[in-house]
């Protein structure tokens, strides 16, 4: 079966599901979809204010706890929309898909039930900085989505702007410089919702603007209203608030592309899911799409400078995505260079075409005429222009770990109004938000994730403790132990934290254990299998010198040319049965290759976990120390006050931490045996 005949089959399997599964009541201002509930008014333990990919984490985290939640959106329709980019995951992207999974999310699933293509970026490069990346199809995500939000048990939907938050005095002791406490919200026509807890996921809803060319109108995004009472409402409770930026690309008429000319970029073969849960993906591998590269030319920088006078965005003093710049901020930071364009089709029924790389704010008629200079795209029709979005951001470092906030009690934010970019992110934050949220609700202790536990871990630590003064997105070289937090091991990091707390399934907390267990067993199955080097060296063909020593299959797996595969199929005896799970074989394998230096970086995890709070003297030389130059200068220039805070510093590397932490260590051992007893 063609992916085009399954697609459609899919569309009138899901219409047929969302008429019999759902009920709209058109008569209200509002409208309620649960699968228990259509109650409009009343209590619930949590509610959620979003529809966005941090909302419906958040919402169905909440619910899968037990908590009584609802979720209140602008527009049912609009629930798993992606507004920007057709895509998932990526390089640090895709370790918060899989931690997200690991903690029984849902967006990681829906992506394997909506891709049209799915490749692991950095192949080239080692296991821990994979990235898992998905085009997904956009009409497909969001019906999927839909579906498992509106089926959630215990979950109540309803389409109402919130336009204030209830709040009272509180009497708990834990948090005693904290005198007020968010009891529910005041929708825009007046009711009032009461509840034990609240999360914002505002996404750029906070007093958003659309800015094209001069032309700047409220909005949220492109046909959705800002949120103006409720930004009005936390700037009146003492948030300190700022201004980010951000934009997207024009979309375009794939059918007036010539493709010849462009490279082709397909997908893996076999596709990789993002779900532990998922053995394979739902489309075949040769039923993908192809993406397709192009570059800028001259052309389009000199369109870039003819109308830097008509781009407000662009003149504006408001911070944008660093990592992620319009085409207008690398014209101007980059003079002269060309830049990749990446061109990915937005599902498999849809002509339009989203030109990754190329964000841009100015006049709708001059975008127009930069397309065209681009190669492929030289007859190109652009079918809706991009646009430039304004909107306020709490400074997140008024947040606990928990995303609860310090101001107001059971008030929690998460997504991009902690100041983030980003559908992973803005997914990371809401899951964790939502499953604390139902924790106090439910009188449980928070879940708080480590940086040495997860990239949920680091993004979090990173917001509360460093703030962002820009779109904050997430990278690799952002986390201290890379090693450790690798795609693939995100369930045995985190699903055993998510069972305790109560948001982990039954059947994943099965499955993780089932691939922990079997993992650690083949790994001390490998250790005790050993023979002597030279008989390796004879039956694997490798070339080493003589070494009469024994070694272990786990210690022959380091080499560069022996692979798990390699061993299984020349001692089948002992280590057959691996060939029958691949997941499994591709566990063990990187567990293997990386034995002796996650050793390592675990004893180190721990040095640095001992002795984070230790202070760093202020007349500290960082020049004289045994590392990088680049790392001796970002410690000069910061001057942390501890080894924590050295830790958070971006591009400061783990082995930079360890050699700063035994420096001074060292140093001050002489002061304590010196002293008097």
């Not at 201002?29 to 990919?53: E, K």
């Not at 389009?300 to 008509?310: A, F, I, N, W, Y």
């Not at 005790?528 to 070694?551: A, E, G, I, K, T």
């Not at 560069?560 to 799970?581: C, M, N």
Request: with cysteine; glycine share 8%; charged share 25%.
């Amino acid at each position: 079966m063609s992916a085009a005949l399954r697609y459609q089959l899919l569309r009138l399997h899901k219409q047929s599901s969302f008429c019999c599964s759902s009920t709209v009541s058109s008569s209200s201002s509002t409208t309620a979809l649960s699968s228990s509930s259509l109650t409009s008014t009343g209590r619930y333990d949590v509610i959620v204010v979003g529809g966005g990919h941090a909302g419906t984490e958040a919402a169905c985290a909440a619910s899968r706890m037990g908590a009584k939640t609802l979720l209140l959106t602008h527009k049912i329709s609009t629930i798993g929309a992606m507004s920007c980019n057709p895509s998932f995951g990526g390089i640090g992207k895709g370790h918060l898909m899989r931690e997200v999974d690991a903690l029984d999310g849902v967006c990681a699933r829906i992506c394997d039930l909506s891709g049209v293509q799915y490749k692991v970026l950095n192949r080239r490069k080692g296991p821990a900085v994979w990235g898992p990346r998905a085009q997904i199809d956009r009409d497909l995500y969001k019906g999927h989505m839909q579906r498992e939000v509106l089926s959630t048990p215990g979950l109540t939907v309803m389409a109402a702007p919130v336009e204030d938050l209830i709040l009272g005095e509180t009497t708990l002791p834990d948090h005693a410089a904290c005198k007020r406490k968010c009891e529910g919200v005041v929708l825009d026509d007046g009711s009032r919702i009461l509840s034990d807890a609240v999360v914002l996921t505002a996404g750029t809803f906070l007093r958003g603007s659309i800015n094209i060319g001069t032309t700047s109108r409220p909005a949220g995004r492109l046909g959705d209203e800002p949120a103006v009472g409720l930004a009005k409402t936390i700037e009146n409770l003492g948030f300190k608030m700022g201004r980010l930026k951000t934009g997207t690309p024009p979309r375009l008429d794939g059918r007036t592309i010539d493709f010849s000319r462009l490279q082709e970029m397909p997908g893996d073969d076999p596709p990789t899911p993002f779900s532990f849960l998922s053995q394979s993906v739902w489309i075949k591998p040769e039923d993908q799409v192809l993406c397709h590269l192009t570059h800028t030319s001259p052309g389009v920088e000199s369109v870039v400078m003819e109308t830097l006078s008509q781009n407000r965005h662009v003149q504006e003093e408001i911070c944008g995505p660093r990592y992620c710049p319009s085409i207008e901020s690398k014209v101007l930071r980059f003079k002269g260079r060309r830049h990749q364009v990446w061109l990915e089709p937005e599902g498999l029924q849809s002509q339009v075409v989203y030109p990754n790389g190329i964000s841009c704010t100015m006049p709708e008629e001059h975008q127009v005429r930069m397309v065209r200079q681009i190669p492929g795209l030289e007859k190109c029709d652009v079918v809706q222009p991009g646009y430039g979005v304004e909107y306020d951001y709490m400074d997140p470092r008024q947040l606990r770990p928990s995303l609860e906030t310090l101001p107001v009690q059971r008030l929690f934010f998460a997504g991009q109004i902690n100041g983030t970019t980003g559908y992973e992110e803005a997914a990371a934050q809401g899951i964790l938000a939502g499953i604390n949220a139902a924790c106090r609700s439910l009188g449980k202790p928070p879940l708080v994730v480590e940086r040495t536990q997860g990239y949920l871990g680091v993004l979090v630590d990173d917001l509360t403790t460093l703030g962002t003064s820009e779109p904050y997105r997430m990278f690799t070289s952002r986390a201290e132990f890379r090693l450790a937090l690798r795609p693939d091991n995100a369930d045995s990091r985190l699903t055993e934290l998510g069972y305790h707390v109560g948001c982990v399934s039954e059947t994943r907390h099965r499955e993780a254990g089932r691939m922990r267990r079997g993992v650690e067993e083949n790994l001390q199955l490998l250790a005790s299998f050993s023979q002597p080097v030279y008989r390796w060296r004879r039956q694997l063909q490798l070339h080493d010198n003589h070494n009469p020593n024994q070694m272990t299959a786990l210690e022959v797996l380091c080499h560069p040319d022996v692979t798990l595969s390699t061993l299984v199929d020349r001692y089948p005896e002992v280590l057959g049965h691996l060939k029958a799970d691949p997941a499994l074989l591709d566990r063990v394998e990187i567990e293997a290759k990386y034995h002796v230096e996650l050793k390592q970086q675990r004893e180190e995890i721990e040095e640095v976990r001992k002795e984070e709070q230790l202070r760093l003297p202020d007349d500290l030389d960082y020049f004289s120390l045994n590392m990088s130059s680049d790392a001796k200068q970002k410690l000069a220039e910061a001057r942390p006050a501890s080894i924590a805070a050295a830790s958070r510093i971006p591009g400061i590397t783990p082995a930079a931490i360890v050699i700063l932490l035994r420096h001074v260590k060292c140093r001050s051992r002489p002061l304590m045996t010196s002293s008097p007893s």
